[in-house]
Every structure is written in C-alpha cells, then in structure tokens.
C-alpha cells in the first residue's frame, strides 16, 4: 500500500518535476554559468572570469536601472496599495454588487500592451485626451512620455490602473475574513470609521496585506511590457528599467553573458529585498488568535 | 499585392473552418520546400508592391523557383533579424543597412558577392557614384549589391510661402551660420507665426504659444550619431565630417567645435519657437502628419519620404534644397540601401541570383515606375525621376544636390550601433535643454571607449 | 499564500454574538447594521461618489478605445478632444480584419502592409488554451502528490518548487531561449508553450492549499472502497475540487492570451505571431510617421475581445474565489 503510494506520488508529480527541472533549474545553473562567459550566440561562449561582474559594478546604466526600476516599484506599489484599498474599503463598506466587482477588475483582463498603448495614445502630448483636458483647465501640456521626469510615474500610472481593481478584490477578500464582531465591538466603543479603519482593520489585514505586498512587489520589478510599447528605454535612460536593460542587452547587443550576470544580481536583490520584507511585516502571524 | 475587398472579405470567411484544422501548424523555414525558394526581408512597406513585382518576375524567368517577400516595420527589422539569426531561421536575403552592414560583416553573416559582379557583369560605374562603394567591407569583400539611393532636401508648404510674402525661389539660395543663422534662420523666423498671427520676426512674437514652426523636427531615427534628416546639413557644411574617414572610421568628432556649436544654434531655434520642442516632436505625431495637419512651414526629410508629403489633401508641397553652409557649401547626407545574402543561407546560388536581379535593370525599372524610391541604377534612376514628375513631385532638387556633389556619404563604421545608441540619449538630453551642448563632448569620450580596443 | 476563500457571506445584519476573540464581554443581538451608522448619508454619499470616479476612470479607455477605433487616423490630429469618432469610418476595422486595399489603408492612415489578424487570433487560441490545459491538468496532479499522497523528499521537493518563485523571470528567460534553440522550437507553438506547459509554482501551490483542505473522509471513503491513487484523484479530488480548478484555469488563460514578453522573443513569424505581440508589430510599421492610432485601437478592442467575453461568461466565480487568506 505504502509503496504504491510512494510510486503513484512519484508519478503524479513527474510532469511538474520535469517542468520545473527542464525550465527553472536548469536555466537557473545555465544562467549563473552563462554569467561567467561572453557569449553571442553565434559562436561558442567563452569563459572570462568575473569579467562581467566586475562590469557590473563600474556600468552606470546598470545602476540607472536598478534606481529606475526601484523608483518605478515605488510609486506602482505605494499608489497601487493605497488605491486598491480605498477601494477594497469602499466596496466591502458599500456594495457587494457583483457589477462593480465586474467593472473593477476589467482593466486586468486586458494585456500590459493593450493598457499601455491605450495609455501611450491617451497620454500622447498632441493627440492625448489627457492634455486636451490639462489645456482646457489652462495649464500647459505635459510630455508624459517625452519628459524624462514625467516617464516613469506615467508607466507607473499605467499599471497601477491596471493592477488595482485586481488588488482591490484579493484585499476585499481579507476583508471579509474579518469578523463582524470585532467591529461591532469598536462601534460600541465609540470608535469612528477612522479610528476603527485604523485600529482594526489595518492591523487584522496585515497579513493579508503583507501577502498582496510580497506578490505585487515582485511582480511590479519584472516591468518590461509597457516599456517596450512605449518608450523603449528613453527619454534619456530615464525608463531604462533593469528588465529592459537586461533584454536589449541579451537580444539586441548580443551579450548574452552579460544580461545572465545582470539578471543574477536582480535575483539576489530581490531575494535580500522580499525576505526582508517578509520579516518586517512579520506576515505569518496572525493577530486574530 | 492588392486585393479588392470582396475576395478578402471570402478569404476571411473561408479561414474560418480551417481554424480547427490548422492546430499543429507552427513552425516555418526558409527553403525547405521543394525546388528553389528564398525568403526576402525588407521593412517599407510603400515599396513592398513593386518587389512583388520583382519576385513575379523573377519567378516567371526561372522556372521552379519562388521569392517569399517578408515585412517588418524599421522599429523592429534588425532586432527580429538579430533574433531569427541567432535562433537558426534568418531568410536568405535581405534588405541591408549601413547601420548595421558592419556588425553583419564582421561577424561573419553575410556572403561575399563579387562572383555575382563577375556572373551577372555588372558595372559600377552604371550606378549612383559612391553607393556601392559603401558595401564594401573592411576585408575588401563586396557585401552587398546597390539597391537605392537618398539623400535630403526641404520640403516647404507653398501656401505659407506665399502667406509669408515669400516664392519658392526665395528658397533656393539661403545660407545659415552658427552665429546668427543667416537667411535661412530669418527665412524660418518669417514663417514661423504664433497663436496671435504674430511672425517670428516681428516684435511680440510669443515663442510659447506657436501655432505654425517655421522648419519640423523629426525625433529618434538616429539622431543622436547620424541625425541625417535633423542636424546633418548644417553640422557638414559647417566644415565637419563624422569620422576620421569614411567607411570605418575609428574616430568620430563629436566632440568637434564646430559640430557643438552647429548642434547648439539648431537647438536654439526650439527655444526661439521656430521649431518644436522634442517632447511635442516625439510624440504621437510624426514630422509628416504634422506636416500634413499645416504645423509645419518646412521640413528637412529624406527622399523616401518626399511622396507622402505630397499626399496630404489641402497641402500644396515642393522641394527646395538646403541652406549653404559657412564652408560656402550645401551638404546633405548621401546614403543607399543594398541586398545582401545571408552566409546561413541554404539556397546560395538561387539568392545570389536573385541580388543579382535586384540590381538589374529589369527590376529597378519597376521599382522606378512606382516613384517611391531612386533606384541606384542610373538609367532606373531616370526613369524614376519621370515616374515622380507624372505624379506631380518634382524631385530635380535631389538630382541636382546629387550632380553638384554637394553631398556627404552616410558614415560606415563597426560598433556602429553602440556609437547610435550612446549619442542619441545625450543629444535628447541637449534638446530637451536638459544639458548643454558641451556636454556632447563627454558622450563623444564614450564614443571613443568602443573603438579603443580595435 | 493563495487560497481559495468561500464566497463571501451576505452582508451580515443579524448574528447572535458570541464572546469575540478580541475578548470583549458578550453583547445582546443587536438588529441594526453594524455598517454605515456614524454620519451616515454624507459620508455614504462620498463614498458613492469615490467609487464612482474610480469606476469613471476604470471604464473610460475602454470607451476611448472604441471611439477612436470608429475615427479616422489622419483626422485624429483635428479634433483630439472630442468625444464622439472624428470623421466616422469603419476603416480601422477593415484594416485590421485584413479586408482593407493598401490604398485605402494609406489614405486613412494606416500602413499598406497586410495584417494577418486570423491569424493571431487562431495563434492566441491555440497557444493559450494548450498553455491552460497542461499547466492545470500536470499542476493539479502535482498538488495532490503534495497534498494527499506520502512519498519520500515530498516536503524537501515541494520546497524547491516554491522557492522558483522567487526567480525573476529574466533570470530564466536567456537559459530558456538557449534551450528551445537547441532543440530547434524557435518560432514554434511547442517553444512558445513548453516552458509554463508543464508547472508553474503558483499554480501547484494554489491548488495544493484547496486539496489538503478537502476533508479526508469522502477520501477515506475511496480508499476503503479499494480505489487506488490514480482512481481517487480523477472520481473524488477533481469533482471536488472543480471551482478553484476552474478558477485556476481561468486566470491561467487570461494570463497565457495576455503574454508578451515570451512569445515575441520565440514566435516572431507570421504563423506563430499571437495578438499581443502582433499588436506590438502592429505599432512599428509606419516607416517614419506616427502609429496608425485607429486601426491600434480597434486591434487592442479585437485582441481584448475574447477574454471580456469569457469573463462575462465566466466571472462570476473568479470574481468570488479570489482571495488571500490571512491565515497559514
């Protein structure tokens, strides 16, 4: 019994094990070695060392791109996380209607580059809605995508509309694990909505919050899609996004050893950032029991 | 090819029942069909009908065989051509670039076609003077046969002129310095009007509210290295050329006194309001819709696209040739495209053959009668200059720039898309008025690092 | 991480409280909603209007998209600001579908080359549904190798799948385009599909958390009735396990329609080009103008055409079983 289990185990998981040791493991070690090589593809890859890692660190747009993309996770998170849960709030406070939980979320159902080229049209500096309104309130138009202030929160902008209806709804669904008579309990208290927001709903969503945190940041650092719709890198390095950096490196410069040393430390910083986050919001406690 | 809308319409519908057929459909190949097929690439899209012409042609001339014409927009010919080359399916021949002949060259992805010279007896002396002498590569090998060539010109808004006071002869003989401009800056300031209908160069002319710039400004294509259609008739006839020398030049002036001050008296007419802004150039509207919405008085554009300026309903166009330089001289940017045949080809004779009838006469008089581009066969040439003139433009100015020799030859060099890619932030950075012009000469330093190992 | 959340329970009005877990002395039942007491109708009303705007900006580009699908290109620069199509035409829409002459295409402002719009679409099909089946049949089987079933290294492999997820995907992404090279997949639908064919972690993970909440009696049930693993997966675990499966399937299609990054670095061809990154060839081929804006808007309208008209179908129990539980 005991070992027609252990087979029909074994069995069940090969297809997944196979996937995962063919497509994340092996490109894993490949990657790390591909680092320590020059590699172009059309020829053989050459071993050189830590050459690449040593270009690394002395490459400014390597820098550039972990600032830009870190700057860009800044404010898609921060302003994401915010609005989903106003939104969140809202909804679990007003409405559990299924037509605007249906509205909410359409902007995910969408593609990246579908958002971003309707964005890329709406925000355009001569043909733009956007900067017909912004002209009709008498202010000057913007260049959101040709000012190299302006580039990046607009592609930030871009997946916070996209991303916070999803957000909303996986917070909306923490919400509701709550129960009803904690907050009763804050009502008699005296509580106003502010205070109870505060002093209940914010700690006992936590780990929920921490959770949608982890997953979004994560998430928010592989942005490339709107990018190469839009800006392609520019203006002025200004949205060279690592990913980006990475990509035109690999496959329009050819360096593929490069990009691999390059993408090796993206790993271990995001794996230093996730886990510190992960100890900062303590996010496998509850505080409900 | 063109279609009429009902066997499209058919086409359409038929595809719908082989939606459930067609699941294991993937994967594709250049020339592993039987008997001789090769695939062509090319990116303009204008001048796709007139190939397929030549690939009729060149089909119907040699029984068994075929030429699969292949489009991808300029934005992603090279990147999707680097891709299929290092993933094993590239086509057989391609429409070539000087910007990236060299890198191809050098690293070994393309076939030398002097034996093709030999079998085909082509002359060089028949074509456009200093064309294929661009695609020959540093080992002395002939990679690529001419194809076009182009070069650049001002294409002005007659009705503007005219509302201006101006002739279309008013523009034939203008010259600009770094210093003050001269005629051609003042010509600019003239048809340069504000939102008021005050000129550029009557007092109170408002540089922030402009309704018409009197000279458009075209964003990217190379604008930081190249700049062909942007800064590169003042920068040249200012006594300046790219590099060291030409074709592989190892050391670029970038960091030239006269190419920085050329740079920052052009971008001084964006802070004077006679051209626009970067960001409003670079957005959604390119130079030749703003052209045709009648923002524009004048552009400096490239041959290639001379027809559709004069495609735009209510827009009377012509073309004028460039303003002269403080050299005494004009200088626009000569530059030709050539096919060449990729070394990973499986059908070599088939493709050098079918170079070989690109650069005949047979097909560059077709591509002529379209009058999109000039051939580089000089007898094709000429009939593309009538082509153009019985579609109403006018294209002598080219001709005439071309004849007088007051043209450059578009720079070859190796690395040349790291020296692209690391001017044109800088210059970006210039025009945004983010940095000063000076600092042109540190991007120049950058330029030399990527040559400094050759 | 992920769980499966029971539909949320109707807005509670009347509940006899029991001692809270906060602690707080016990409460008679109270009949009046707990909700929306304090300074009721201004606040509700500012609430309202809140959503409202949210809902305003949620849905406006979709409208806009349409609108500026039924205009025409070159006379967008006209009139930007107008809310209804400048200069109505169904122009786009030809363009698109491929039913458009190239001179008609460049008269409005498109470009003359043919667009293959049946095409990407049969190529999104395809690649999206194989991508959805295998990913949830080999997932699920996986999870409930880690669920239910004992078998030695089980936690220590589980472990290691859970621990992909840390990986950016670039990371993998160059050793991956090295190894479908090689195995000659390039422009493809296997190269496309295969590396997400298989497993993806948030996917063995997010089934897992359902299955090892299923109770074990009905399992137990099986067992004793002497069916075997493979019996007990397909007749107990599956039809139990049907919502989050669909959901899962679900949300792996709109991800799989939805990829660009992938599918444009090994499917660049014609005959394996899906919608996005058709879309994204779609914006260059102008050689020097700007983008044909009208028939883009009607392509991104007709890409995002099949995922809205299954979520319309189908929503409902996506929007109802995504959650986080908060709890391990």
């Not at chain 1, 709030?89 to 209607?97: E, F, I, K, N, Y």
């Not at chain 2, 004009?330 to 030709?336: E, F, I, K, Q, Y």
Request: charged fraction near 15%; glycine fraction near 10%.
């Amino acid at each position: 019994m005991k070992k027609q289990e252990a087979i029909a185990g074994w069995m069940f998981v090969l297809p997944a094990l196979i996937g995962f040791l063919a497509f994340f493991v092996w490109p894993a070690i490949s990657g790390l070695a591909y680092s320590f090589t020059d590699f172009d593809l059309l020829t053989p890859p050459e071993f050189i060392g830590f050459d690449n890692y040593v270009r690394l660190v002395q490459d400014p747009l390597f820098w550039n791109a972990i600032g830009t993309t870190s700057y860009y996770v800044a404010i898609n998170i921060g302003l994401q996380t915010v609005l989903a849960l106003g939104i969140a709030v809202l909804m679990h406070r007003l409405t559990q209607s299924m037509v605007v939980r249906g509205i909410v979320i359409l902007p995910y159902l969408i593609a990246n580059v579908v958002a971003a080229l309707v964005w890329f049209y709406m925000f355009d500096f001569q043909l733009g809605i956007v900067n017909e309104i912004i002209d009709w309130t008498g202010l000057d138009r913007v260049a959101f995508f040709g000012e190299s202030a302006w580039a990046i929160p607009t592609v930030a902008l871009i997946n916070v509309w996209r991303h916070m209806g999803y957000t909303a709804l996986l917070i909306f669904a923490g919400l509701q694990t709550i129960p009803k008579e904690v907050y009763e309990a804050g009502v008699i208290d005296g509580g106003s909505e502010a205070r109870m927001f505060r002093s209940i709903t914010l700690p006992l969503l936590r780990p929920v919050l921490a959770m949608v945190l982890v997953v979004t940041v994560t998430g928010s650092f592989q942005i490339f899609d709107t990018i190469a719709v839009t800006t392609q890198g520019g203006p002025v390095n200004s949205t060279r996004v690592i990913n980006y950096y990475i990509f035109d490196m690999a496959f329009n410069r050819f360096d593929f050893g490069y990009g691999s040393a390059m993408a090796l430390a993206l790993f271990v910083l995001l794996a230093v950032f996730t886990f510190v986050q992960l100890r900062l919001t303590r996010a496998d406690k509850s505080d409900l029991g | 090819m063109k279609t009429t809308k009902k066997r499209s319409l058919a086409a359409a519908i038929a595809v719908l029942p082989m939606l459930a057929v067609t699941a294991c459909a993937g994967g594709s190949g250049g020339g592993d069909s039987a008997g001789g097929e090769i695939t062509y690439w090319l990116w303009d899209s204008n001048q796709q009908p007139a190939y397929e012409q030549c690939a009729t042609d060149f089909a119907a001339a040699n029984p068994g065989s075929s030429v699969n014409i292949q489009q991808f927009g300029w934005d992603d010919y090279f990147q999707t051509l680097t891709t299929s080359l290092v993933g094993g399916d590239a086509p057989d021949v391609i429409t070539n670039h000087a910007s990236f002949f060299p890198q191809l060259a050098s690293t070994g992805q393309l076939l030398p076609l002097d034996d093709v010279v030999e079998s085909e007896g082509i002359d060089f002396d028949d074509y456009q003077a200093g064309i294929p002498e661009l695609w020959v590569g540093q080992d002395g090998e002939r990679y690529g046969l001419p194809k076009d060539w182009d070069t650049v010109a001002t294409i002005y808004n007659a009705q503007y002129l005219a509302d201006a006071g101006l002739t279309p002869e008013s523009l034939q003989d203008l010259s600009w310095n770094p210093e003050d401009g001269g005629t051609w800056e003042q010509t600019i300031a003239r048809l340069s009007v504000d939102a008021n209908g005050v000129r550029g160069d009557e007092p109170g002319f408002d540089a922030s509210n402009v309704a018409v710039y009197g000279l458009g400004l075209k964003s990217k294509s190379g604008i930081g290295a190249f700049g062909q259609t942007q800064w590169s008739p003042y920068a040249l006839s200012n006594d300046w050329t790219y590099a060291d020398k030409n074709p592989f030049g190892t050391d670029f002036n970038y960091d030239d006194e006269k190419f920085i001050e050329s740079i920052e008296w052009w971008q001084g007419l964006i802070e004077k309001g006679y051209m626009p802004s970067y960001q409003a150039a670079s957005s959604g509207v390119g130079i030749q819709e703003a052209f045709g919405a009648g923002r524009y008085a004048l552009a400096t554009d490239g041959s290639w696209n001379a027809k559709t300026y004069f495609g735009f309903e209510g827009i009377d166009a012509g073309i004028a040739p460039l303003p002269k330089g403080p050299d005494g001289e004009r200088a626009g940017v000569l530059n030709g495209l050539a096919d060449s045949v990729l070394s990973t080809t499986e059908q070599p004779e088939l493709s050098k053959k079918w170079v070989g009838y690109l650069s005949s006469a047979a097909c560059q008089d077709v591509v002529a009668e379209a009058a999109v581009v000039f051939p580089a066969l000089n007898s094709s040439s000429e009939k593309a200059a009538t082509a153009f003139a019985d579609a109403g433009i006018d294209v002598s100015t080219y001709y005439d720039a071309v004849a007088a020799g007051e043209t450059e030859l578009a720079p070859i060099a190796n690395h040349w898309l790291d020296v692209l890619a690391v001017m044109e932030p800088a210059m970006e950075s210039v025009l945004i008025g983010q940095s000063d012009p000076d600092s042109l000469a540190d991007a120049s330093e950058q330029v030399d690092q990527l040559f400094a190992n050759d | 991480m992920t769980t499966m959340t029971p539909p949320p329970s109707q807005l509670a009005s009347v509940e006899p409280a029991t001692s809270t877990r906060a602690g707080r002395t016990p409460r008679p039942p109270r009949s009046r909603r707990v909700r929306g007491h304090s300074g009721g109708r201004a606040r509700k009303a500012l609430g309202w209007a809140v959503l409202g705007l949210v809902m305003l900006v949620t849905l406006f580009p979709f409208y806009w998209m349409l609108r500026t699908s039924f205009s025409t290109t070159v006379s967008l620069g006209s009139d930007p600001g107008s809310l209804l199509p400048v200069d109505f035409t169904l122009g786009a829409y030809q363009r698109v579908l491929g039913l458009a002459t190239t001179q008609e295409a460049l008269a409005e402002g498109g470009s003359g080359a043919s667009i293959n719009f049946w095409s990407y679409l049969r190529n999104s099909l395809i690649v999206a549904t194989v991508t959805t089946v295998g990913q949830v049949l080999f997932c699920s089987m996986a999870a409930y190798a880690f669920a239910r079933l004992r078998w030695p290294s089980r936690n220590l492999v589980f472990s290691a799948f859970i621990s992909a997820l840390m990986v950016p995907p670039i990371f993998t992404t160059i050793p991956n385009f090295v190894t479908i090279r090689e195995l000659g997949l390039l422009n493809t639908y296997a190269g496309i599909i295969l590396p997400t064919l298989l497993m993806t972690p948030f996917a063995v993970f997010f089934l897992r958390q359902f299955f090892l909440g299923i109770s074990k009696e009905v399992e137990e049930a099986a067992v004793i009735d002497g069916a075997g693993p493979f019996r007990r997966f397909f007749q107990v675990i599956l039809p139990l396990g049907a919502a989050p499966i669909t959901t899962l399937a679900i949300l792996t299609y709109i991800t799989a329609w939805n990829e660009y990054f992938w599918p444009q670095l090994v499917g660049r061809t014609e005959d394996v080009r899906v919608l996005t990154v058709a879309l994204g060839v779609f914006r260059s081929q102008t050689p020097q103008g700007g983008p044909d804006w009208a028939g883009l808007m009607a392509a991104t309208l007709i890409a995002a055409l099949p995922i809205l008209v299954l979520f319309a179908v189908l929503g409902r129990r996506v929007i109802n079983n995504i959650g986080y539980s908060g709890t391990k």
